[in-house]
């Protein structure tokens, strides 16, 4: 089976916007009907994937797909086939679920663009008039939550329907360029171009997949941190004045934590935690990438520590650098896993504090090392930058 209209792919273009005008151009105008008839043929071609389609536009990309996701791609191999597409095609502009994080976030994927879950707008997916107008389809990029202009065109995205008010949304209203009101999009004449922000360049190459994933996860951790919604109407200037100042900005903000613990210490610094001091910023440099090199933050930190323990070098009287570290973030200090940093413990490489109960040696998230100790290990083992996934072990 082919379709009697085939229409082309664009590379930036959303899966559920393709499915729409491939649905309008071959006369369906209720996109449920057409996906009912694509499964139905997919079905004849092979038993196994009845059902693998959501009948429902708004489920059909992959990572929407419950059990099925394996059947979900076979089926969409097929649709590649009936539309005459190159191989892979849709897969690549389908959004995929993946097994990384960022930090607690599931990482979904298109095109090996790597991006946190919480990143995609859920209600409303503004779109570009001057892009509409150009070519009647919707980019991906558009269903980002921090995009709120347009890249190439550099105008203020439109988030709702000027006749009608209603948030833009192209797959409730299965019409691209049409609100269920009627009104089309086309015909709004954009805001004044504003400096923005992301740069169109690094859509349009598919070489910049890891550049954008680590894009991406900068901004999940500059949200975190800052307070700044990752849906802020100026979530990337801020973001750019921010890095512009990186790391300077950050380094400042680091000291002023610890100047405020040193003026306001009421128990001897070897009596709490880091976490009680840098509130949990080793915990969040997980944000910022799915694997455990090219983490900018993390080197921050850590050069950070290393700068705090020559600064307040082992003395009589616990000072800041004896501050207490659990295995969890020791494990990020030195590049490798909680597992490895339980056997260094195990093999002598570090040193409980003294009266910890033994049952808390099993407890990764409490505090049982010294922050001066874990850091001149990683000093030792070379693990301080980011050039070390692993530990370069004794063992
Ligand atoms: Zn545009
Ligand atoms: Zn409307």
């Not at 996109?31 to 043929?41: E, G, K, N, T």
Request: hydrophobic share 40%; charged share 25%; aromatic share 12%.
């Amino acid at each position: 089976m082919k379709f009697l209209k085939r229409i082309k792919l664009f590379p930036d273009e959303a899966l559920e916007s393709y499915f729409i005008r491939c649905a309008h151009s071959n006369g369906f105008q209720k996109i449920s009907l057409f996906l009912q008839s694509l499964s139905a043929f997919i079905s004849l071609r092979d038993k196994e994937l009845k059902g693998a389609l959501s009948a429902s536009l708004s489920r059909l990309n992959l990572h929407k797909a419950h059990n099925s996701s394996a059947y979900r791609v076979r089926a969409i191999k097929l649709l590649e086939e009936f539309c005459d597409l190159q191989p892979s095609c849709l897969l690549r502009v389908a959004v995929l679920r993946t097994n990384r994080h960022f930090g607690s976030y599931v990482a979904l994927a298109r095109s090996n663009v790597l991006f946190p879950n919480i990143m995609l707008r859920e209600h409303v997916i503004p779109v570009c008039p001057l892009c509409l107008q150009e070519r009647n389809y919707i980019r991906f990029i558009w269903h980002l939550k921090p995009i709120q202009r347009c890249p190439k065109h550099q105008v203020k995205l439109i988030f709702n329907c000027p006749e009608c008010g209603n948030d833009i949304n192209y797959i409730q209203s299965e019409n691209i360029e049409l609100c269920s009101c009627g009104y089309d999009f086309r015909q709004i004449k954009p805001s004044e171009k504003t400096e923005e922000s992301m740069s169109a360049s690094l859509f349009e190459s598919s070489e910049n997949a890891d550049k954008l994933s680590l894009e991406f996860g900068k901004y999940l951790w500059f949200s975190k941190h800052s307070g700044v919604e990752l849906d802020d109407d100026y979530f990337l200037p801020k973001f750019n004045r921010y890095f512009s100042n990186w790391p300077d900005n950050y380094l400042s903000y680091l000291k002023t934590q610890e100047s405020k613990a040193i003026e306001k210490q009421t128990s001897r610094f070897n009596q709490i935690s880091v976490n009680d001091i840098w509130c949990e910023q080793l915990q969040n440099t997980r944000l910022v990438t799915t694997n455990r090199v090219n983490n900018l933050v993390l080197d921050q930190l850590a050069n950070y520590f290393i700068d705090l323990v020559n600064r307040y070098p082992k003395c009589q009287h616990a000072n800041i650098a004896d501050t207490l570290i659990n295995q969890v973030d020791s494990a990020l200090l030195l590049r490798t896993s909680v597992e490895q940093v339980f056997r260094l413990l195990e093999d002598g490489y570090l040193k409980v504090k003294f009266g910890v109960p033994t049952e808390a040696i099993y407890k990764p998230h409490i505090p049982i090392f010294y922050l001066r100790e874990v850091i001149e290990l990683t000093q030792a083992q070379g693990s301080n930058t980011s050039m070390f996934e692993h530990m370069i072990s004794a063992w």
